[in-house]
């Protein structure tokens, strides 16, 4: 059975990452990028489906860390016998990708367990592996994996195990290095060399963060994370690591995060360029233009992380599911949906872009103005929003709002630009849509928005309106939807993103409280000078982080649990802001009211 969701760490090249349990097993791992097949997939499954673990033998006591300011762990084993520490690290990637694990004694003599069991394409195959003087060699359909050991490895029962003490002062690394099949493998790395490299490479990293808040230590792991995220030769960043973790355990809300949406653009770019990141964000920028070339009517919610379009659905029925809950998924569907909210991300990122000084890119007008005159065509239509719905399509209040950011951002854009632009025809279609949403988005009744025209139902989304600015944080409909969805929404102190008994999302009802919309909450309540409460709320947020620092997509406040995928790079994103937006206002800057707004 794989760990708790909140038991595993990120280690990462840029390229793809993996999952370390807190004891000691990679049960997660996709090569050579993230959205590729699974070679360590007992995250989903059973150990049969693939991990690496190193362990000492016999009970044991585990403590952990990150090096400061890098993705290098420690993981620290204490039993009777003594102490060793296990070093697992990615090198930044150059050529082939590489994982490096370095076992030091600390104190006493330790014995070890190494239980290698490589299964390409998700756990479904058993490679052709082959023994070589310091390590073995395995091969299966296009994927070769070269280990290279300090240890003598030997087969047993379609595995690779060895077994090993470790005294004090005494060191063993192992290497494991993906190729193409086809290929003759790379030649081997220094494994002490390529650590000392690794630690410098991110701490040059680090050192560009120039955010300085009473919270910086939790930003700065964030904004690690983040990176860690990010697939380096297109810029695009992955939602999450992992697929199919669920939303509730042993349901079916199970869902592929390894691609990049262009929804999570403006969020992101504020994050980054609010705390230094100026060629991260330039480098995200350009992959969003990339992605959503071609015809507007094609643009998509989702997209691969070097911008490709299709990404097919399937199941793979010989997962069992993180905790039984099946069905593992790979792909996502929801790249075919019609999301109006995404043309209003858009168009606020890169207008964020151009306020922020980010070298200007040729095209990006061209391509906006195009991307306008179709939503002229269609924000008056259903769509299935930004909680990518599997049931009929509605008219989202979340999605229209979004498309008033969209006609607002392309107003401020020409005045910000000072171009020759129809900005009367722009202005008219953001007082349509504004008067529209107004009209039959809000409810007097419950005295608050509502999730879409018509429904008697919440949504945390509503709690966007104040920050994109589609109504100042003092009106009364926007006090009353906060008191509303703070009454209605709220669970163990933390928000849900909608009810779900409603079935307005075509599954069946359950689902952990959705991190993005309680850090949301922070930010409205900050926008209202609520700062105690705001500060409250994103203490409490911050103590659910692992013991490495880390965020999944929702949490179970009853089990005291985290679920969905993991580590989910919106929620990181989302703490960011917040912290940033929270300093502002405990510092009595200026940057209250402005600073979410100015993320989209």
């Known amino acids: 059975m794989s760990a708790r969701i909140e038991d595993y760490a990120l280690i990462g090249d840029c390229h793809s990452g993996a999952l370390v349990s807190r004891e000691g097993s990679i049960d997660w791992l996709c090569l050579p990028r993230f959205d590729s097949g699974a070679c360590f997939a007992a995250l989903l499954g059973t150990c049969d489906h693939g991990r690496w673990q190193i362990r000492p033998v016999g009970e044991y006591q585990v403590t952990r860390h990150y090096r400061d300011n890098t993705l290098i762990l420690e993981t620290e084993f204490t039993t009777a016998d003594g102490s060793v520490t296990v070093i697992d690290f990615m090198p930044p990637r150059t050529t082939h990708p590489h994982v490096v694990r370095i076992v030091v004694g600390k104190s006493g003599r330790v014995p070890m367990n190494f239980e290698f069991i490589i299964r390409p394409d998700y756990g479904s195959l058993i490679p052709w592996v082959q023994r070589f003087d310091g390590g073995i060699r395995a091969i299966a359909g296009p994927d070769g994996f070269h280990m290279r050991s300090d240890v003598e490895l030997h087969g047993e029962n379609f595995k690779t195990v060895a077994d090993f003490d470790v005294e004090a002062g005494q060191s063993y690394s192992f290497v494991m290095t993906w190729f193409p099949s086809h290929m003759t493998p790379p030649d081997d790395i220094d494994a002490n060399l390529a650590l000392d490299e690794t630690e410098e490479w991110w701490r040059c990293w680090a050192q560009k963060s120039d955010y300085k808040g009473r919270w910086r230590n939790a930003v700065m792991r964030s904004l690690i994370t983040l990176k860690g995220l990010t697939y380096g030769p297109t810029g695009g960043i992955v939602a999450a690591l992992t697929t199919s973790l669920p939303e509730l355990f042993g349901g079916s809300r199970n869902w592929d995060y390894r691609y990049c949406w262009p929804r999570d653009a403006a969020f992101t770019l504020f994050a980054l360029l609010q705390s230094g990141y100026v060629q991260e964000a330039a480098a995200w920028r350009d992959w969003l233009l990339r992605a959503v070339a071609g015809r507007p009517a094609q643009i998509q919610s989702i997209y691969g992380v070097a911008g490709e379009h299709r990404l097919q659905e399937l199941e793979l029925p010989w997962l069992p599911g993180y905790e039984n809950s099946s069905p593992v998924r790979i792909g996502n569907g929801a790249f075919a ?128 309106l104040p920050l ?103 929620s990181h994103v989302a703490m960011i802001n917040s912290a940033q937006n929270l300093s502002a206002a405990l510092e009595d800057r200026d940057g209250v009211q402005k600073s979410y707004e100015q993320c989209h």
């Open 337 to 464: 949906q019609l999301q109006i909210d995404v043309y209003g991300e858009l168009m606020a990122a890169l207008y964020l872009a151009r306020k922020k000084g980010l070298p200007p890119d040729e095209d990006s007008w061209p391509v906006q103005r195009v991307l306008m005159e179709h939503l002229e065509t269609i924000w008056s239509e259903p769509d299935e929003g930004i909680w990518e719905i599997r049931g009929p399509r509605q008219h989202f209040t979340h999605s229209k709002v979004l498309a008033w950011v969209a006609a607002d951002r392309a107003v401020k854009t020409i005045e910000l630009m000072g171009w020759d632009e129809p900005i009367d025809r722009w202005i008219k279609l953001r007082n349509a849509i504004h008067d529209d949403v107004c009209q039959h988005g809000f409810d007097p009744k419950m005295n608050s928005f509502v999730q879409a025209y018509g429904a008697a139902h919440l949504d945390a989304s509503l709690l966007v």
């Open 468 to 570: 994109v600015g589609f109504l100042p944080p003092s009106d009364p409909r926007i006090i009353g939807t906060l008191e509303a969805v703070q009454r209605v929404l709220m669970d163990g102190g933390l928000v849900q993103r909608y009810d779900t008994d409603s079935r307005v999302d075509g599954l069946h009802p359950g689902e952990g409280k959705f991190l993005l919309c309680s850090f949301w909450l922070v930010d409205n309540l900050t926008q209202q000078g609520r700062h105690r409460e705001a500060l409250e709320l994103f203490e409490r947020l911050l103590s659910i982080r692992n013991d490495v620092g880390l965020l999944s997509e929702e949490y179970d406040p009853v089990a005291n649990r985290m679920v969905g995928n993991f580590p989910q790079a919106l």
